[in-house]
T-cell receptor
Framework: AQRVTQPEKLLSVFKGAPVELKCNYS??????LFWYVQYSRQRLQLLLR??SRESIKGFTADLNKGETSFHLKKPFAQEEDSAMYYC?????????????FGQGTILTVHP | DAGVTQSPTHLIKTRGQQVTLRCSPK?????VSWYQQALGQGPQFIFQ???????QRGNFPDRFSGHQFPNYSSELNVNALLLGDSALYLC????????????FGDGTRLSIL
């Protein structure tokens, strides 16, 4: 069975500071990892996926298979980054489209 | 494109009742997945429908059932409601049975009294 762990329920930083949201997973195969974000009063939306290897809104995430991690990073946080962030795993194959989510991290960026 | 649409937005039921939630996928998508999100938790996978069949099911009892129609829209039915069924129910659509990423709707907030 797959599991996704986001160890920090709450994370507070000041504007301009670096931010790292942690995500660890357990899965024996080759997963696809995602970060989803939910801004205030908005729906859950995709932020980035590891296979795209792109930077969205200044955020990056690298899949580390050795450490089974997919941490989300941004060098200079902005107030508009304040939101709930979910890490999610797709096992593929017989899991069809099932996504396994972590519990989420609430990021607050203070001015 | 309105994206994924869900109805109703909010619903209040009492224990033992039955409820039906509805979802229309994003234009061009053919697969619908349902998730339950309890307060303070991440979404939990209920099941996925593709080609009008349930393809994968999460750890939910048979009280939870669904349907997909030829136009790809879907319904989630929950029978014999329990207090613990109170949650936000999210619908997500994608293209193809393994298709990622999934696009989410705003959800239906179900409250059980």
């Amino acid at each position: 069975a797959q599991r996704v762990t986001q160890p920090e329920k709450l994370l507070s930083v000041f504007k301009g500071a670096p931010v790292e949201l942690k995500c660890n997973y357990s899965y024996s195969g080759s997963p696809e990892l995602f970060w989803y974000v939910q801004y205030s009063r908005q729906r859950l939306q995709l932020l980035l996926r590891h296979i795209s290897r792109e930077s969205i809104k200044g955020f990056t995430a690298d899949l580390n298979k050795g450490e089974t991690s997919f941490h989300l990073k941004k060098p200079f946080a902005q107030e508009e980054d304040s939101a709930m962030y979910y890490c999610a795993l797709h096992a593929g194959g017989t899991s069809y489209g099932k996504l396994t989510f972590g519990q989420g991290t609430i990021l607050t960026v203070h001015p | 494109d309105a994206g994924v649409t869900q109805s109703p937005t909010h619903l209040i039921k009492t224990r033992g009742q039955q409820v039906t939630l509805r979802c229309s996928p994003k234009s061009g998508h053919d697969t619908v997945s349902w998730y339950q999100q309890a307060l303070g938790q991440g979404p939990q996978f209920i099941f996925q429908y593709y080609e009008e069949e349930e393809r994968q099911r999460g750890n939910f009892p048979d009280r939870f059932s669904g349907h997909q129609f030829p136009n790809y829209s879907s319904e989630l039915n929950v029978n014999a409601l329990l207090l613990g069924d109170s949650a936000l129910y999210l619908c997500a659509s994608s293209l193809g049975v393994l298709g990622q990423p999934q696009h989410f709707g705003d959800g239906t907030r179900l409250s059980i009294l």
